[in-house]
C-alpha cells in the first residue's frame, strides 16, 4: 500500500468518477484505475458497474482510515 494509492482513493469517492478524480490530482485516469487496482488487494473498495462509482461495504469500512491517514500525512508536513 502506497500513500498516492490512498489519496486515490479517496479522491474517487469525493468526486465520484474515476475521470473527475484524475482531473482533478492531474494524472491520467488509467493510472488511477490501476493503483486503486493495487490497493484493493482482491478485495474490491469500489463498485464500477454504474456511471457513478459506490463503495463497497469494505470500502466503507476502510475510507474513515484512508481519511484518517491522509489527515494524519497533511498535519505531519506542517
Do not use: C, N, W
Request: aromatic share 4%; proline share 3%.
Amino acid at each position: 500500500m502506497e500513500m498516492h494509492q490512498l489519496r486515490y482513493f479517496a479522491a474517487i469517492v469525493d468526486e465520484g468518477t474515476f475521470t473527475a478524480a484524475a482531473h482533478r490530482l492531474h494524472v491520467s485516469q488509467s493510472g488511477i484505475s490501476t493503483q486503486v487496482a493495487k490497493l484493493e488487494l482482491g478485495q474490491q473498495l469500489l463498485d464500477r458497474s454504474g456511471r457513478q462509482i459506490r463503495l463497497t461495504p469494505a470500502g466503507e469500512a476502510v475510507l474513515p482510515l484512508v481519511k484518517s491517514a491522509l489527515a494524519t500525512l497533511e498535519a505531519i508536513k506542517l
